[in-house]
């Protein structure tokens, strides 16, 4: 068994050295400086924040959207079909700050989202695996039905392609954890001889705790959490399903926000929100209620949030009711700068100040689908 071992390694020995090495420089981002969610990320709060105050009694802020597809930059977002939450001031006192994305925290109750392949290949590429020491970059990844497969090179004594191909399911704890059955190195499949020597992928690859993505074993663990850039997500993962080019996810933490109609009943893509103090530009809305409303229904509402000032500024706010509450219309976020912008809008861009009606039917408040019932898990 001694010798067998030891020829397995041997030969696992040679097929990383016999391997081609390459650059260090990322040939999907070429030019892109490093990513370091510590330097930059961290919410630095100011002492003369409009409507800070730390002394009274803190009162949640509840959101809620539908059919948006969230961007975390210019290049990168997630689909989030349905979600309900709160979102958290970093500093207790502060209200939610749109125009500083660290510092809230959007506290997912529960929602179902979906990333494709290409997005998420993105966020590895100029994110997780971003970093001056990586030991893995030029990163593919690939969803099939039921099965992810993840593709680049690893750093040994040089830089060797490697593919890893498995199932994803959730954790106890409400992560993710891909278990792979196949792990090939320069198209060779390693892991029987990696097993036969006891060699696991985690005694080759290690990775700082707040990239999101640390190796048990052969083991992957994702942590949602930590994966995305800013605005911050915390959430427990109960249910996962991987089809063809992208991945679906169900949120549940077992919490439910204070439930209150969307002031536009028939929109079917928005972001709402509304409970306790939002800072917007220079304004402070207490009790605030703001509805977020895509002009174009026909497909998921395009939002950038850090860029939301452009958003605000290429469409109208209608004042709803006495107690302000505020409906906003905006173009999607490839819209921004386009005349045609209103073009999808029911009734066109407005001429001049009128009051705002929603032409769509009632659609009624949020209702999970049949996927969110099937993936949860059983109560017990």
Not at 3 to 22: E, N, P, W
Not at 143 to 154: E, L
Not at 331 to 358: F, H, I, M, N, V
Request: glycine share 8%; aromatic share 8%.
């Amino acid at each position: 068994m001694k010798i067998l071992k030891r020829a397995a390694l041997v030969a696992l020995s040679a097929q990383l050295l016999s391997a081609c090495g390459g650059s260090r420089s990322n040939p999907l981002y070429p030019d892109m400086p490093v990513y370091d969610p510590t330097n930059g990320n961290i919410y630095t709060p100011k002492p003369d924040v409009h409507g800070y105050e730390p002394n009274q009694p803190q009162q949640p802020t509840f959101t809620t959207m539908r059919n948006v597809f969230l961007r975390v930059d210019p290049e990168i977002g997630i689909l989030i079909k349905q979600l309900e939450g709160r979102l958290e001031s970093k500093r207790a006192g502060d209200p939610v700050i749109f125009d500083d994305v660290r510092s809230f925290t959007t506290h997912v109750y529960r929602a179902e989202m979906e990333i494709d392949q290409d997005n998420i290949t993105r966020l590895k590429n100029k994110y997780t695996f971003n970093f001056a020491d990586t030991p893995i970059k030029d990163v593919q990844v690939e969803f099939t039905p039921g099965m992810i497969k993840m593709s680049g090179r690893m750093k040994q004594m040089v830089w060797v392609p490697f593919s890893m191909e498995g199932t994803l399911s959730p954790t106890p704890d409400g992560k993710l954890i891909m278990v792979p059955s196949s792990i090939k190195v320069s198209g060779i499949p390693m892991k029987s001889m990696m097993d036969l020597i006891g060699l696991t992928t985690s005694k080759l690859l290690s990775f700082p705790v707040e990239r999101g993505l640390q190796f048990q074993g052969n083991n992957v663990i994702l942590d949602p959490a930590k994966l995305f850039p800013p605005p911050e997500i915390a959430g427990k993962v109960v249910g996962v399903e991987v089809l063809q080019g992208k991945m679906r996810m169900i949120f549940d933490s077992n919490q439910r926000i204070m439930q209150r109609p969307v002031p536009d009943l028939g929109a079917p893509n928005f972001m709402h929100v509304y409970g306790n103090k939002v800072l917007i530009m220079n304004e402070l809305h207490r009790g605030a209620e703001l509805q977020m409303v895509d002009m174009n229904p026909a497909t998921p509402f395009d939002f950038y949030m850090a860029g939301y000032r452009a958003h605000l500024k290429a469409g109208y706010v209608k004042v709803h009711n006495d107690a302000g509450t505020l409906i906003a219309l905006m173009p999607d976020y490839t819209q921004l700068g386009k005349t045609e912008a209103w073009g999808d809008y029911p009734g066109g861009k407005p001429t001049q100040l009128r009051p705002y009606a929603s032409t769509r039917q009632d659609q009624g408040y949020l209702s999970y689908s049949s996927f969110a019932a099937r993936m949860a898990p059983p109560r017990r």
